[in-house]
């Protein structure tokens, strides 16, 4: 070797570390303060760093771990690739973080059952891939897709581009393979595409945050592949223009496969980031993907199109190459980093309200931000009504609490049109203390009593979903 | 319900006082940093350990924790900082734009300031890379040295007396360097451009086949070609290991060498040499070396931006696949212009992840041999499956990786650079007319 080395004694050595070693073997049981630091963060910035950090690879040291955590009362927090965006991989107080990205495996696909049974760390888009080589589907799509990993998407119960037209990642679970607070494995569900039998345990579990327990094995539902995408872009002078132009698209019986909108600050923030031209007076933007088959297709893109010009769409443009499609998708996906531009600090909401609601949702924005104190970009899945609102601040002393009052306000604004706070990034805890405007006292009351069925000790995920006073 | 108490966070206190060093702009580029997790789709390391301390994000996180003076210089750091293989592949991807370069190279600094740089190659760096005589001298010993060395394959053997590494195929060293095969330059009438060659070391002592076909190819095409015979070596192999001060002589060497000279371009056909002098160097010596960085080219670059059709050429009958060199790639956007000269000069076949890396460059493959050899696997995999009879790429040292994972295979598949498949389709071309 190159180096002479010094021997060095872990930093912490404490009861369950030499427990945990036995049980799993040292070399997935890290407690150097280096490992422990570099799982102490996901996708929202916050840090907490875990005392011990378990790098398991089968159910059985999934197993071994919560049994002797539970015995010690030492918090797991579970973490997929920690690119969540509500906090719920960031280990609060402490413990053992659960690292499951090493236990990636695709267990098999069906094409005759059109299932996968996979392990939780598999990245998403790795088994889309997958899937597609037998001409199948797994359409749940986070933005975050080619790096995120199902389980993580399960437990956040992950939305993305897709959502209108074939739904979220809760739409396409059969049956989850769970490790309890104590150790003990559980099956949920079946692996066919219908079962009625007893309550449905794996959607209680799906979206839990890894509050109730962890997933080690999923399995999914696929579809047959689409024949077709085609993409299209309407420009609009007036945003009420492109909101008028998504609806009437759906009122014309198209679902879109995914239908996207960018406000007037989204744009000016990735105007000159290539892909496409923005000129001065685009201040709304659709982003509009339609699949199926070639005569479907044929079908609704004229329809689609004559949509938004009727809705004054200064322009329309169809791609006609996937050179072209790439290109437009670009503009969509740079928005999140462009937006550093503006301000070096970004609250990313990912509120939903009902579809009709959406151009009353942004004005009530718009009047929030009245004085224009602080900048807030909305984009997103404007066909499932799910809207980004993005509050950009900076550095200078006072903004950090107005962008918090903004956050505050659009949470009300946003429940008292029969939304919800999260449409797809989950609640961890930079919502928890949301909850409870849109969740009555009685089902929070319901939704602990779940908790502390499945984890009397407390020690699955604490600090998440339920406010601190719960 | 057991409340669990949190361990306390202390800092070493047998190695207090680390020092952080450097300027501050990586500061900044740390804070950048919003740990989407992005750079995990293209890292070819964290692919094969799927660790976050192999990946940016970890190491941002670390560099954080250092300048929050939360943790200080260990050995577990060192890992984790050689641990990159510095293909600056995450900087392409990086939605906040975030340099790590910046970062890494602090981090590397940081190390070999505050653990020191092992004794080899210290002597190596400051007293053997500044002296080109006794450089030469040095490996002349080596080259005959590895005459005496058993088990050889096609150019190929085992061991080189530096590395130890057992099991590699490794070129031998030539008998006579590149420098001291170019001492005079050859006179063109007229030339239509006067270039400088960069030969960096690879090429110079080991493929000085390269270096022929370079100097060949363009004076084939009225170009004139200077070898300047007091160049030094590029700086990679002291800046990966944090040694800043070796890395700056280097650059002010070569700085006077190539700043005598009145050249119209200056080429390299080495991935990485490229990136040092036309990149780093501007980082290392200020925006003074950028109207020479502006002249500096990759050969293929060079040849598809100044000669475009290749006069006389006829494509050879063999497949040939191109692998392209993480450095060429990530750090300069060159994979159309290989390509180009290729598809001139052979019957050009793509292969699957041909911008995957195949695993070499520097002491990541003495630290990390598991890790390389997995990431070489890969490769090898993808070039099989091409068909290709030869597989050329723009880099001596992914030229030396490549042909090392064939070799182990017994493959009959043939590793070079791409300028030597020109050279051939020249030299044929020619004999057929």
Redesign the interface.
Known sequence: M??K??K?TA??D?KGVSELVRALGKDRVLT????R?????????Q?A?P?IVI?PGTTSDVAATLKIANR????VCSRG???GLSGGAVPL???IIL?L??M?RILSICPEDFTATVEP?V?TKYLQDEVAKYGLFYPPDPS?A???TVGGNVAECAGGITGLKYGVTRDYILALEIVLSDGSVIHTGRKTRRSVTGYDLTRLFVGSEGTLGIFTKITVKLIPEPEKIETLAAFFSERDDAIDAADLVIENSILPRTLEFMDHMSISAVRGYGGITLDEGVKALLLIDIDGTGENIKHDLPIVESACRKKNALKVKVAETGKERNAIWSVRR?I??AL?TIASHKLNEDVCVPRSKIKELLQKIDTINEKQEIFVANFGHIGDGNIHVNIMYSDEPGQEEIAESVVQRVMEEVVELGGTISGEHGIGNRKSQFMELEISPQELSIMKKFKDFFDP???MNPGKLFPSSL | ????E??K??VFSGLKGSRLLMSDDWKEEVS?C?????C??VCPVFLET????SVAR?RI??AE?LLDQ??VY?????D?VYSCKKCMRCRKVC???VDYEKIISALLHGVAENMGI?LL?KIIFRYILPRRILFDILLKVSSRVQRFMPMKKRGQMRHLPLLFMGKRWIPTLARKSALQKFRKTKKIKNPRMRVGFFTGCLINYIYVDVAEAVVEVLNRMNIEVVVPQRQLCCGTPSSTMGDVKSTKRLAEENRKVFESLELDAIVSACATCTKAIKNDYLRILGPSWKQMSDKIYDISEFIDTFIGDIPGVKPLEEKVTYHDPCHLLWVRNISEEPRSVLKKSSRFVEMDMADACCGGGG?FT??HYDLTLKMLERKVNSIEKSGAATVATNCPGCVMQIADGLASRNSTIKTTHSIKILQEALRKSEART
Not at chain 2, 34 to 38: D, H, N, V
Not at chain 2, 74 to 78: C, H, N
């Open positions: 190159l180096f080395r010094k060095r930093d912490i404490r150097e303060i280096e490992d630091l570099c799982y102490s963060y996901d996708g929202t910035k840090k760093v005392d790098r010690h009362g030492i918090p690739a920690g690119t107080q402490g413990g690292d990205k090493g990636n760390g990245v975050s080619a790096f995120s740079s999140s980093p550093y000790k407390g020690i | 319900m057991t409340t669990y949190r361990q966070f202390e950048k919003s740990k989407c997790g992005k995990h789709t799927h660790d976050e301390s970890g996180s670390l924790a939360q943790i260990t050995e577990k750091l060192r984790y939605p906040s734009d092992p190659p002491i003495i630290i």
